[in-house]
């Protein structure tokens, strides 16, 4: 069956080379022409921006001089997701197999796996597997440890890392596939994205489906493979539905958007349409708030999370997150004040697009979604009283 | 010839000195910390030795001047 997770029940911990290779037969050899199919499978990458991954592949493979490199993006640095570590820890080898394609369509001399330091299971079953793979597919792989920083994962932040020991983004030009690892043309993919790639190889078309993680207020908060029909209330339904009454819930994670939990019921979550309503499905996350959080509370304790995980780099995003997350703060603990909410308003548009990386751009998305979804509770919070004796 | 150029700030390399908008207010405003905002439309004629300026000016050499065509490409 077309699709990730198709085979062993995840609980049985990695796939071996044997189940693996009898399920779905051996990787099939690819040539350039498999930069035209990969083109018009429409695969995009898992960042926010849905990058097509055909025109990622043709860049790096106008530059590349039998040197170029690819990066197994598994640092999976948003708190809330699960599904890249569950990927790595049970599909391991239908992500080093789109990795080994990668490598010879675009004449690589090197693959870097990229693995989150907190994900050991992850680690153990991508090195379980890469231990089965043939001595030149070996020869061709080196490790490296992803610090767990929100803006690891970031494409500029992976290479700078494997290039210097630090992980934080750079400016971009020089782009990865004109200068990334070790100043080579260099190709980063999220981890589902090369599973979905080594489908592809193998079926000719990609599976059509996407991995996402249901968490916050659900019964069975975990990792489900969803078809492009599938909708917000489907998962959470899936997900055993939700515990008591729900006000929101969040798509795509932190730097997704905050929708109505009764309005985003039938969406689709299906990459393209999402994005043409201005959401975007991101890594994936769909984050159901509990009936007893606050939303003001909780947007504030979030954007505090995000303007710690500022790289500190650039004016903007240090300066402004950390305002816009200290007012969040203030009316979170003192009450609404007009003055707050005109101040967030105002810093959100200064400081949107003015970074050297997404990480700005994400967490405006979320914040002036959480702005217009919770209008009526940012309009009208007052501090919570603290009951002294249960 | 016809060509638009625009101005481009190196976001790691800028401090917020902020000399660039005392040289050009018409193309540069600065934000609550002091950090360059610049206009997306690009440089008028008459504005361009000035921008010229800022870039050389700039103590961290965090200013360019683009051709406005140039496309962006990004993604993960």
């Known amino acids: ?390 | 010839m016809n060509r638009n150029f625009v101005l481009a700030v190196d976001r790691i390399k800028c401090d917020g000195r902020g000399i660039c908008a005392e040289l050009l207010p018409e193309v540069i405003r600065l934000d609550d910390w002091g950090y360059p905002i610049i206009a997306e439309d690009p440089i008028p004629d008459h504005l361009l030795s000035l921008a010229q300026r800022a870039v050389e000016d700039c103590p961290v050499l965090a200013l360019a001047i683009r051709r406005a065509d140039k496309a962006k490409t990004n993604g993960n």
């Not at chain 1, 080579?184 to 981890?191: A, C, E, G, R």
């Open chain 1, 1 to 390: 069956m077309n699709r990730l997770l198709a085979g062993p029940s995840p609980a049985a911990g990695a796939e071996s080379a044997a189940s693996h290779i009898g399920r779905l037969g051996r990787l099939p050899d690819a040539g350039p022409h498999f930069i035209d199919t990969l083109t018009q499978s429409r695969i995009v990458g898992r960042g926010g921006a849905g990058f097509a991954a055909g025109t990622k592949w043709r860049a790096v493979a106008t530059h590349s001089r039998d040197n170029a490199v690819i990066v197994v993006n598994g640092a999976e640095g948003e708190p809330q997701s699960q599904k890249d570590r569950l990927l790595m820890s049970t599909r391991p080898h239908l992500i080093l197999d789109g990795a080994f394609i990668a490598a010879r369509v675009l004449r690589a001399r090197g693959v870097m796996l990229y693995i989150g330091e907190r994900h050991t299971a992850a680690r153990d079953g991508m090195m379980r597997a890469l231990a089965e793979r043939s001595e030149p597919e070996r020869a061709l792989v080196a490790t490296q440890t992803a610090p767990a920083r929100y803006v690891a994962g970031a494409e500029s932040a992976a290479i700078h890392l494997i290039n210097e020991g630090v992980a934080t983004p750079t400016t971009m030009p020089p782009f990865p596939f004109e200068r990334g690892v070790d100043g080579m043309p260099t190709l980063v993919h999220n981890v589902e994205t090369l599973a979905q790639i080594a489908l592809l190889a193998r079926h000719g078309a990609p599976s059509g489906t996407s991995l996402i993680t249901v968490a916050g207020a659900v019964a069975k908060k975990g990792v489900l493979e969803v078809d492009s029909e599938t909708t917000v209330g489907d998962v959470i339904k899936l997900a055993g539905g939700t515990e008591g009454w729900s006000r929101a819930v969040l798509i795509g994670g932190y730097f997704g958007a905050w929708a109505d939990t009764a309005a985003a019921w039938d969406l689709p979550l299906d990459a393209t349409g999402l994005r043409n309503r201005g959401l975007s499905l991101g890594c994936g996350v769909i984050g159901v708030l509990a009936s007893n959080r606050c939303p003001v509370c909780e947007v504030a304790g979030i954007m505090h999370y995000l303007a710690n995980e500022s790289s500190a780099q650039c004016g903007p995003c240090f300066f402004g997150l950390r305002a816009l997350a200290d007012a969040c703060g203030r009316i979170s603990e003192k009450g609404t004040s007009r003055e707050d909410i005109a101040r967030l308003n105002r810093w959100a548009e200064q400081v949107r697009a003015r970074g050297a990386c997404r990480h700005p751009d994400g967490t405006i998305m979320f914040l002036q979604s959480a702005l217009v979804t919770f209008a009526p509770e940012f309009a009208d919070h007052r501090p919570h009283v603290t009951k002294l004796a249960a």
